[in-house]
């Protein structure tokens, strides 16, 4: 039985950009034995998107529309789009161009691989970036070096669009933070749940303020904000279960039934020992 992966794109003003964005979200190629599902989440646009989007329900039934009938920020369209994804593995895909979905192969295979419960890109390990903005890098630093300092990983790019989860961490996040801070709650949360984290070079493609970028100064003091909140204010969570793959390739089962296969190869291997 194929595995399906939720794509979650959170959607603001971005009518001459989203077109482009759902074909190459079309195009790429996925992995073997996943289906796409793609949930698209409107944050109350004002420039024709919804319009758009509008046209692409008579279009795609298939697709998953959502609108917000006011702006909640990135924060609450990807809280809208994780609620709304029914799928095995759910992505967060921006819908500015500025990340490619070429890059979906190495972001899932840590994850079908079962090494992982979550997996985050990353633009500073290797791969081809646009340079842009110094002092937007030298905060993005900042950030991500204080969140390691206070959750214990070793990540170099925190603020990366692409996050990937497994359904069962994606149902234990509980995203509340409106606009950018998700990105260091979502890590912060990922970290008290003892969740297998990978982070995988990917492509950036920047955008400039002139061509549409919204992120700014403010959002940096609210992400230093989350920082300090969702790692020193709240408590560690039980362990994520880790989806365990079956040796026929069917799919993940749950980690409950692996237990208990394990249990029964240990009972079974030491009842070999006692007849030896």
């Known amino acids: 039985m194929a595995q399906v992966l939720s794509i979650v794109i959170p959607v603001y003003n971005e009518r001459d950009l989203l077109p482009q964005v759902l074909e190459r979200v079309e195009q790429v190629e996925l992995p073997s034995g996943l289906e796409r599902q793609v949930v698209i989440v409107d944050d109350g646009s004002t420039d024709g998107t919804r319009d758009i989007l509008r046209g692409l329900i008579r279009e795609r039934p298939d697709y998953i529309i959502h609108f917000h009938e006011q702006n909640q920020g990135?924060?609450?369209?990807?809280?809208?789009?994780?609620?709304?994804?029914?799928?095995?593995?759910?992505?967060?895909?921006?819908?500015?161009?500025?990340?490619?979905?070429?890059?979906?192969?190495?972001?899932?295979?840590?994850?079908?691989?079962?090494?992982?419960?979550?997996?985050?890109?990353?633009?500073f390990i290797g791969d081809s970036r646009r340079v842009l903005y110094f002092w937007h890098s030298v905060a993005n630093k900042m950030l991500t070096t204080l969140s390691n300092m206070l959750s214990n990983l070793n990540l170099t790019d925190m603020e990366c669009c692409y996050k990937v989860f497994t359904r069962e961490l994606a149902d234990r996040l509980d995203i509340t933070e409106p606009r950018f801070g998700l990105e260091p709650e979502m890590t912060a949360k990922v970290a008290k749940l003892n969740a297998r984290l990978y982070e995988v070079p990917v492509s950036y493609d920047g955008r400039t303020y002139a061509e549409g970028k919204k992120i700014t100064w403010k959002d940096g003091v609210s992400a230093l904000r989350c920082i300090l909140k969702y790692n020193l204010l709240t408590a560690r969570q039980p362990a994520v279960a880790p989806r365990v793959q079956q040796v026929t390739g069917t799919g993940p089962i749950p980690i409950a039934e692996h237990t208990r296969h394990t249990q029964q190869q240990d009972n079974s291997d030491r009842d070999v020992k006692k007849a030896a």
């Open 74 to 123: 990135k924060g609450g369209g990807v809280r809208t789009g994780l609620k709304l994804a029914t799928g095995d593995i759910v992505l967060i895909q921006d819908a500015d161009l500025e990340y490619n979905p070429r890059d979906y192969k190495q972001l899932l295979t840590p994850i079908l691989e079962n090494k992982a419960d979550a997996v985050f890109g990353s633009r």
